[in-house]
């Protein structure tokens, strides 16, 4: 893959941080401000994630704490000390966590995952996929993986109902729900506001 351009770059600099004062706008207008995020490119890139991902398994809880120290915090994660550290200030025993994610089950349950998310064809974080309980009572997916915290109104419109994957029935179309006046709630149709208008709430 060839390298990413130095306007690339730029632009994508620049989409993280109106992305980080579009969430924390809608936060304080929701009434909602101790929900403010931050982003931080971690300085150490690619980050090496296993214990950091089996922890998160020996404690779901910790997924947010982790998350933060390494896109918000900017700490080298993939350090066993400061990892523990990270934990231990979430309020766990970051010795006894990180010495339960060697353990070989949590290592095949991360290798089970992974490879469940190789299969289903998930290339990055967020990825959400989105299932409905069909007559027979087994899960099917609706619609597509949706990747990116921007795509968020995809994601729920998949839950209201729509299914982008369905083709040749008026009810595939997002439009369809515009037409037969469905309320906003329950099919969100919408998009990200023009940058010009996002620099405005803030």
């Known amino acids: 893959m060839a390298a990413i351009s130095e306007q690339k770059r730029k632009y994508s600099q620049l989409d993280h941080r109106d992305w980080v004062r579009w969430w924390n706008a809608v936060n304080d207008q929701e009434g909602r401000p101790d929900k403010n995020i931050d982003f931080h490119w971690a300085d150490k890139f690619p980050i090496r994630t296993p214990n950091v991902l089996r922890a998160a398994l020996v404690e779901p809880e910790l997924v947010g704490p982790l998350f933060r120290g390494c896109w918000e915090q900017n700490l080298d994660m993939a350090n066993d000390e400061v990892l523990r550290q990270a934990i ?21 349950e991360l290798r089970s995952r992974t490879q469940e998310a190789k299969e289903a064809g998930i290339c990055g974080v967020p990825s959400y996929r989105v299932f409905r309980r069909s007559g027979g009572g087994s899960w099917v997916q609706r619609g597509d993986i949706v990747w990116g915290q921007d795509l968020i109104a995809d994601v729920e419109d998949y839950i209201a109902g729509w299914n982008g994957g369905v083709v040749n029935e008026r009810s595939a179309s997002k439009l369809w729900a515009v037409d037969t006046n469905i309320p906003s709630t329950a099919c969100s149709c919408r998009a990200r506001e023009p940058r010009s208008q996002r620099s405005s709430l803030v």
């Open 88 to 108: 231990d200030n979430a309020g766990y025993n970051g010795s006894q966590v990180l010495q339960q994610a060697n353990e070989p089950k949590y290592k095949a």
